[in-house]
């Protein structure tokens, strides 16, 4: 009894049903948490176990696997997984080029030909040739040095025949013509180079052109079929003329660590 004869009760802490939930954790939460680190676990391991592959299945002329190019130059590198490749005997890569995964790359229609002495498919120093590409070689290509290809590129010396209406496309014999494409080339993603076409220096062909026939030094041309959509002059220059203003270069002696730390400069700062 307390004073003024009116009992004092101390009163105890109630647990409400929320804060009681919140201290004790459910059983689907703790095997919902230990399902997302064992699938973070695994990813890591997936990921690690890939780029593995990666390095050990590319091809170099330190470690050419199972393949013999008649030439595989110092630096160049194909891809793993690499695509289709056969007739490696008649295929000569230069210096540093770069492959990049599930390019194919052939000579002869087919594997086990002889195709004699002289090399069929060539690569000069510092070819890339983008993911997805394919070079059919049935008979002379010839890729100069420092072409680039985006991906999806598509090079032939064969094509399809269709002369005899009664006889089924595929089942016809096809035509066979040489391809030349020049140095310093640019061809842009889905780019499909026809038999016959031989393209000079430094052309320029846009993502999914189809050419055929010959294409001068120092044109650019776009659509399906190809046509000149740009060419320089000696005397104007492009015509017509660029429609935006040409990159700043990189100036001689810059480090790509000094690049690094420009790119990671706050603009506003």
């Not at 647990?15 to 939460?29: D, F, M, Q």
């Not at 595989?72 to 890569?93: C, K, M, N, S, Y």
């Not at 230069?94 to 069929?120: F, K, N, R, S, W």
């Not at 430094?202 to 294409?215: D, H, L, T």
Request: aromatic share 6%; glycine share 14%; net charge neutral.
């Amino acid at each position: 009894m307390g004073l003024g004869g009116r009992s004092q009760v101390r009163a105890r802490p109630v647990l409400s049903a929320p804060l009681y939930g919140e201290c004790v954790p459910k059983n689907g939460t703790v095997l919902s948490s230990l399902a997302a680190w064992r699938r973070a676990l695994a990813s890591r391991a997936v990921q690690r176990g890939w780029r593995w592959i990666q390095d050990n299945g590319a091809v170099t002329a330190e470690h050419p696997g199972r393949l013999r190019f008649a030439r595989i130059g110092a630096g160049t590198r194909l891809a793993f997984p690499q695509g289709t490749v056969f007739g490696e005997a008649w295929i000569e890569l230069g210096d540093h080029c770069v492959i990049g995964e599930q390019v194919t790359l052939t000579a002869g229609m087919m594997p086990g030909l002889d195709l004699g002495p002289a090399t069929v498919l060539t690569l000069g120093d510092g070819v890339v040739l983008g993911r997805g590409s394919h070079v059919i070689a049935d008979t002379t290509v010839t890729i100069g040095s420092d072409t680039y290809c985006g991906p999806y590129v598509y090079i032939t010396s064969t094509n399809h025949s269709y002369d005899d209406p009664g006889t089924p496309v595929g089942k016809q014999w096809p035509r066979v013509e040489p391809v030349d494409i020049g140095p310093g080339c640019w061809l842009g993603t889905g780019a499909v180079i026809l038999p016959g076409a031989r393209l000079g220096r430094n052309v320029v062909v846009a993502a999914g052109a189809v050419v055929r026939g010959e294409v001068p030094d120092h044109a650019v041309v776009a659509g399906a079929p190809a046509r000149i959509v740009r060419s320089w002059d000696p005397e104007r220059g492009w015509q017509p003329p660029l429609r935006t203003p040409a990159p700043v270069p990189i100036p001689e002696g810059v480090t790509p660590e000094q690049l690094l730390a420009l790119a990671e400069l706050d603009p506003d700062g």
